[in-house]
């Protein structure tokens, strides 16, 4: 099935960008990232920035981007049955240095999981090199990364993510 990622979730001042590899089925259908209940990435996040956990999706979006958050995929467009990163063919990249042109305040980009950060440096060879970027690999909060409970994920993640 082919798979088209969503738009960027950013807005003027954004500081981090979070890279994920492509949207599963269930945030593709609802066009909302990480829709999917059992993926841990809001209720990561909200209590990273010492929020609330907002249950209403553009709430979500408005809490990280009060703290300078932008979010996107790695991936633009590819084939997948499901949505397991491992079922991923024939991808194309996004273009991450066109949203840092059009945001250039973002400084940091966070990978979520092994997928976006292969995906990302695939795809972006030059923005490896600039020193102005700080890049990180971030274990996966989807449910599928059992090896990571919240406790595991907070800690890898509170290194990049700061209120």
Not at 18 to 45: D, H, K
Not at 64 to 88: K, M, P, T
Not at 128 to 136: C, F, P
Request: charged residues 20%; hydrophobic residues 45%; aromatic residues 8%.
């Amino acid at each position: 099935m082919l798979c088209i990622g969503l738009q960027p979730a950013v807005r003027e001042g954004a500081r981090t960008l979070i890279l994920g590899s492509m949207p599963g089925v269930a945030s593709l259908n609802a066009r909302e990232y990480y829709a999917y209940p059992q993926n841990r990435f809001w209720r990561m996040m909200a209590t990273l920035l010492g929020e609330p956990f907002p249950t209403e999706y553009p709430e979500r979006i408005a809490m990280v981007q009060r703290h300078g958050i932008a979010i996107w995929d790695a991936i633009a467009r590819c084939e997948r049955e499901g949505s397991l990163d491992s079922a991923i063919k024939n991808e194309e990249g996004a273009d991450i240095s066109a949203l840092l042109e059009a945001y250039p305040t973002i400084k940091t980009i966070c990978c979520n999981g092994g997928k976006a950060f292969a995906a990302f440096k695939k795809y972006n060879k030059g923005l490896l090199a600039r020193e102005d970027l700080t890049i990180h690999a971030l274990p996966s909060t989807s449910a599928a990364n059992a090896r990571y409970t919240m406790e595991k994920l907070l800690a890898a993640w509170q290194v990049a993510i700061a209120p």
